[in-house]
T-cell receptor
Framework: RKEVEQDPGPFNVPEGATVAFNCTYS??????FFWYRQDCRKEPKLLMS???SGNEDGRFTAQLNRASQYISLLIRDSKLSDSATYLC???????????FGRGTSLIVHP | GAGVSQSPSNKVTEKGKDVELRCDPI?????LYWYRQSLGQGLEFLIY????????KSGLPSDRFSAERTGGSVSTLTIQRTQQEDSAVYLC???????????FGPGTRLTVT
């Protein structure tokens, strides 16, 4: 089993839709969780950290489910500019080496 | 403030030549990471620096790859005797270890002909 798994997609949604991605991780000792977005031929950029209590940033909501070992990202009112690949990143306790998922591709169409 | 910078942005080299890639992290970030990403693929971890030391070199694909960091700042990744399979985008990221959030440079696109 891969350490961090994501559905590669693509998720193809119309503008204004709500879309959610999940990311599962295998190491129960994982402590830090992040979502990054990567545009085509660009570097990954931090979207948001994921806190145990869940957190929201505008149209984006991230949640952590430790019992089932997954994190989620919810995007409301999708914009064309949200089209990108969303990377899930997990860091295990005692390690500063993050593990990146392969990413989920989102395409928002008019 | 200034982000992570990398140079060159593009490098085309002939098979068998050595190349050196440079990364300037965000000032004050003690942790520095090198990754590479082939077209359409995920990020492949190469090496991690904490200060000037590299506690984890496990991701370096072969002994042709080496990296160093001086003054707790600039890092260089050297690839000797380049091969075509080394063609990829090489990304550098820096962070404050206590936070774990990484900030990436724009990458160096390496093409080995």
């Amino acid at each position: 089993r891969k350490e961090v798994e994501q559905d590669p997609g693509p998720f193809n949604v119309p503008e204004g839709a709500t879309v959610a991605f999940n990311c599962t991780y295998s190491n129960s000792a994982s402590q830090s969780f992040f979502w990054y977005r990567q545009d085509c031929r660009k570097e990954p950029k931090l979207l948001m950290s994921v806190y145990s209590s869940g957190n929201e940033d505008g149209r984006f909501t991230a949640q952590l489910n430790r019992a089932s070992q997954y994190i989620s990202l919810l995007i409301r009112d999708s914009k064309l500019s949200d089209s990108a690949t969303y990377l899930c990143v997990v860091t295990s306790g005692g390690s500063y080496i993050p593990t990146f998922g392969r990413g989920t591709s989102l395409i928002v169409h008019p | 403030g200034a982000g992570v910078s990398q140079s060159p942005s593009n490098k085309v080299t002939e098979k068998g030549k050595d190349v050196e890639l440079r990364c300037d992290p965000i000032s004050g970030h003690t942790a520095l990471y090198w990754y590479r990403q082939s077209l359409g693929q995920g990020l492949e971890f190469l090496i991690y620096f904490q200060g000037n030391s590299a506690p984890d070199k496990s991701g370096l694909p072969s002994d042709r790859f080496s990296a160093e960091r001086t003054g707790g700042s600039v890092s260089t990744l050297t690839i000797q005797r380049t091969q075509q399979e080394d063609s990829a985008v090489y990304l550098c990221a820096s962070s404050l270890p206590s936070l774990g959030e990484q900030y990436f440079g724009p990458g160096t696109r390496l093409t080995v002909t």
